[in-house]
Nanobody, 117 residues
Framework: QVQLVESGGGLAQPGGSLRLSCVVS????????MGWDRQAPGKERELVAS???????NYADSVKGRFTISRDNVKNTVYLQMNSLKPEDTAVYYC???????????WGQGTQVTVSS
């Protein structure tokens, strides 16, 4: 059974920073690709960042140079460091596991990020 638990969301001012964490309960965490999606009110869910089992990263154009995804395979945790936050980054952020074994995606319950002065 796969479980993902996000934390670290909250309120930040424009230009500020937040770090999201996602602890994953799954066997062989290191072999799976991980990512962060987000969904703003009235908009479709979109990919923010992903990291492969080998550590290769990919970012949405809107967050390149501002967000950094990383993983700790000892702690079964994936992080999203968000700097230079903008009001348009306001959304619910979901941690995602893309299973190398089944091909399925699994998401956590989400954590709210609000960027406002």
């Amino acid at each position: 059974q796969v479980q993902l638990v996000e934390s670290g969301g909250g309120l930040a001012q424009p230009g500020g920073s937040l770090r999201l964490s996602c602890v994953v309960s799954v066997s062989s965490f290191s072999i799976h690709a991980m990512g962060w999606d987000r969904q703003a009110p009235g908009k479709e869910r979109e990919l923010v960042a992903s990291i492969s089992s080998g550590g290769n990263t990919n970012y949405a154009d809107s967050v390149k140079g501002r967000f950094t995804i990383s993983r700790d395979n000892v702690k079964n945790t994936v992080y999203l460091q968000m700097n230079s936050l903008k009001p348009e980054d306001t959304a619910v952020y979901y941690c995602k596991l893309s299973s190398r074994l089944s091909g399925r995606n699994y998401w956590g319950q989400g954590t709210q990020v609000t960027v406002s002065s």
